[in-house]
């Protein structure tokens, strides 16, 4: 009894180690079969990795071919701007000595200006001593001329002849000839005068140039318009009368009365004074 009872603990014992055995067994081969399959899937995974890894390094060396690209343009953008640098600096040297050039030809333009003004003023005195003496000569001839028609009578001139350079006219003269047996006179015609040498005998001459738009009514234009008749101070036109107002309207073709309602005449006498 004893003895079957220790051959049925061996029996037990035999399949229970045959149990583990194939339990153990079989932990293996899962063991085996979950580690084959991860391998399988870890080297699917690295697959894919090198994949992407390719794909990486292929990208990478795009974008260094890149990199020498834009390195190569950028370069090329440097010398570029470089030279551009180099023709602004040029053309800003070159503007730069147009300015000068243009601020001295500006300068000689002004001065330009002023010795033309000046040519001006001394065209318009030089132009009143030619009227001048051109209506000395006229008088003087028509002096001779009543001199040489009346033989004897004895003539008398009360004037006195002074040269061209002299600051005193003759556009005053008057001569006369008279018979010292007779109260009959005879005076120079003037028919032959016009009527700016009648103005002059008016008002003279002037050997100055005043501003006369200090005189309210005279403006820039009509300054200019007198001062080419020869009116170029402010005594001349203080020595205005209604004659003298009469022609100078008709010279200029100025409003008439316009002179008196300024007072042109008053306002030059209360400069001169």
């Known amino acids: 009894m004893i003895y079957l009872n220790i051959e049925i603990t061996k029996a037990i014992l ?22 084959r399959h991860r391998d399988e899937v870890l080297n699917l995974e690295l697959s894919e990795i090198k994949k992407e890894n390719d794909s990486l390094l292929n990208r990478v060396d795009l974008l260094l071919n890149e990199k020498d690209d834009l390195t190569r343009r950028i370069q090329e953008l440097n010398i570029d701007s470089s030279k551009y640098i180099l023709k ?42 030619n009227e001048n003496l051109t209506l000395q000569i006229k008088t003087l001839k028509n002096i001779e001329n009543d001199i040489i028609s009346l033989p004897d009578l004895s003539p008398k001139h009360n004037t006195s002849i002074v040269t061209p350079d002299a600051d005193i006219t003759l556009l005053n003269l008057q001569p006369t000839v008279t018979d010292r047996n007779s109260n009959e006179f005879l005076e120079t015609p003037d028919s032959n005068l016009t009527p700016l040498h009648k103005l002059i005998n008016i008002i003279g001459t002037a050997t100055h140039k005043d501003d006369l738009q ?59 004074s």
């Not at 229970?16 to 580690?35: D, E, K, S, T, V």
């Not at 503007?95 to 001006?120: A, F, G, P, V, Y």
């Not at 073709?253 to 316009?258: D, I, K, M, T």
């Open 88 to 129: 602004n600096n040029r053309y800003q040297s070159e503007i730069e000595h147009n300015i000068s050039s243009l601020h001295l030809c500006n300068r000689e333009l002004d001065n330009l200006k002023q010795e033309n003004e000046k040519l001006n003023n001394e065209i318009v005195l030089l132009k009143v001593e």
């Open 214 to 272: 200090q005189i309210n009514g005279i403006g820039p234009f009509i300054e200019e318009k007198l001062n080419s008749l020869g009116i170029t101070s402010i005594k001349q036109i203080s020595k205005l009368d209604d004659q003298g107002i009469e022609l100078l309207n008709e010279l200029i073709q100025f409003f008439p009365g316009r002179i008196q309602r300024d007072k042109w005449i008053e306002q030059a006498k209360a400069l001169i």
């Open 14 to 35: 035999e399949i229970a180690m045959m149990l583990i055995g194939a339990f153990l067994i079989g932990i293996i081969a899962y063991g085996l079969l979950i580690g």
